[in-house]
């Protein structure tokens, strides 16, 4: 005989051990963060996510226990520090655990904490009970509530940094850190460690970009690379809020245009069906949008989103507005710098120079061709790292020296010299098969120059070395391979 559905014990029994509905942290956030005023939002009252519709995906991986980093390279006032805060917030509420935020100064952490999340606290009322009594326990640096703590802290204070272990840690601003702090390491590496006791850590960059090799743009192509997917409101075909006026028409990445300089004219072209959606069209396309992943991720567990200016809300990030700038910017490299970095998103790239046409460096490159990582000889070699550093990033090659020959087998760009440490661990094999690592390396101290010896007094296969210039030079020791510790 089958039982029935419902009796009283099994009602019982389901009731005993029924599972909490797990509610969407941002669906939380909508229903329990105020927004007050004195914070300065151009939008006060309680949090909504359908001014910033994209941000909901930010939120969804911070709920995914799957994913262990986020990062979000963004536009300006696109409300991806604002989210960051609410899913704070969100975690003191519901998944407590101790949190770090981590800004480019002690100014910012101040100005912040005093302005914006303070009053986030004291006037969301779920977020406020559990404050405990004591008012003492919340400063500009430090937030001690009933289940959980988090701390500010400025990117340049390695003792506070290194005090006390973190499951959840944002970084704010990434691309204004500077590269080491003391003789200690990286920021990014000595919060990492402060993570390591939690299995279910969980890290989120978030900053405005800079140069192609900058610290966020390396870490957004380290992830799944999400692009926003904005459907046409004429064909429904996906198109893209990309800037780079210097493209052709219709490549990926520039579709705003506009006609005799006149901002007025200003419009998105269908990548499709080439209609032209003007201004009144946007919030529909952003309204209605999704987020495409576009590579696989290096590490597991890693979403990235590039979230261009022109998503936010922003009156000053319309087509127009963005146009207009534009006009008004052009031709003045520092306030085009800030336009393509800080308003649209996107990495400032330096036209060359000279050009160099695509056959001469497919011709440089077919001299001697094989595969990177790859040693192209069964003879003995000591492999070397030369870092030349820049003042916002550092160029590597990778030198395989024989006996009468050096072969270049690997090359690229990093942030910080504590990248190096990546490189080095990764094995070259020759045509024997034979795994070669990295033996020594010789780091540029030109710029960074604290930086850099840091690096080498803690890293005993480094020796650094300063360039030279003029029609005289100084005979220094010399340097042999032998002499290269290994």
């Known amino acids: 005989m089958i039982a029935p559905a419902h009796t009283p014990i099994r009602d019982a029994w389901n009731k005993a051990v029924r599972v909490p509905k797990i509610q969407s942290s941002w669906v939380w956030a909508e229903n329990n963060i105020h927004i007050s005023r004195r914070t300065g939002a151009p939008f006060p009252g309680m949090y909504d996510t ?19 980093e986020m ?78 703590f988090w701390r500010l802290i400025g990117s340049n204070s390695p003792s506070k940094l290194a005090s006390f272990p973190h499951r959840f840690i944002i970084y704010d601003e990434t691309d204004k850190y500077k590269g080491t702090i003391g003789v200690e390491g990286s920021v990014t590496g000595l919060g990492g460690q402060r993570q390591n006791l939690f299995w279910n850590w969980f890290s989120w960059k978030i900053s405005t970009p800079t140069v192609p090799e900058g610290y966020i743009q390396r870490h957004y192509k380290r992830g ?10 004429n064909c429904g075909g996906p198109n893209s809020f990309r800037w780079n006026p210097n493209k052709p028409a219709m490549e990926e990445g520039n579709q705003i245009h506009w006609e005799d300089n006149n901002p007025a004219t200003a419009h998105l072209l269908c ?14 396309m952003v309204a209605n949008m999704h987020w495409e992943k576009t590579a696989k991720p290096k590490a ?4 990235s989103f590039h979230a261009p200016g022109l998503l936010s809300p922003s009156i000053k990030l319309t087509f127009e507005a963005a146009v207009a700038k534009w006009l008004s910017v052009e031709g003045d490299e520092a306030d085009v710098i800030d336009f393509i970095n800080g308003s649209m998103g996107e990495c400032y790239e330096a036209k060359p120079v000279i050009d160099i046409s695509t056959e001469s460096i ?61 490189i080095a661990e990764i094995p070259f094999l020759n045509e024997a098969d034979e795994e070669y690592r990295i033996h020594g390396e010789i780091v540029d101290t030109g710029y960074r120059t604290a930086e850099a010896y840091t690096y080498c007094m803690t890293h005993p296969n480094a020796i650094p070395i300063k360039g030279d210039t003029g029609d005289q030079t100084r005979q220094g020791a010399p340097i042999r391979t032998d002499d290269i510790r290994q």
């Open 300 to 303: 597991k567990g890693h979403a």
């Open 271 to 284: 990548r499709h069906c080439e209609t032209k959606i003007f201004d009144d069209g946007k919030a529909e």
């Open 224 to 233: 799944d690379q999400r692009q926003a997917r904005l459907p046409c409101p």
């Open 362 to 422: 497919k011709k440089i490159r077919d001299t001697v061709r094989f595969p990177r990582f790859t040693i192209p000889t069964p003879l003995p070699v000591r492999l070397l790292t030369l870092c030349d550093i820049q003042q916002s990033y550092c160029v590597y090659s990778v030198w395989a020296n024989g006996p009468q020959d050096a072969w270049m087998v690997d090359h690229g760009t990093i942030s910080v010299p504590d990248d190096l440490e990546d």
């Open 71 to 148: 990062t979000t390279k963004k536009g300006a006032q696109i409300g991806g520090t604002q989210a960051a805060y609410c899913c704070i917030l969100f975690s003191v509420c519901n998944d407590p655990d101790p949190g770090l935020v981590i800004m480019p100064g002690a100014d910012e952490v101040k100005e912040v904490s005093k302005l914006r999340i303070i009053p986030l606290i004291e006037d969301s009322p779920t977020v406020a009970e559990e404050l405990t009594a004591n008012p003492d326990d919340i400063t500009h640096h430090d937030y001690k509530f009933r289940q959980c």
């Open 50 to 68: 359908s001014l910033t519709p994209y941000a909901r995906e930010w939120f969804d991986v911070w709920d995914d226990p799957n994913y262990h």
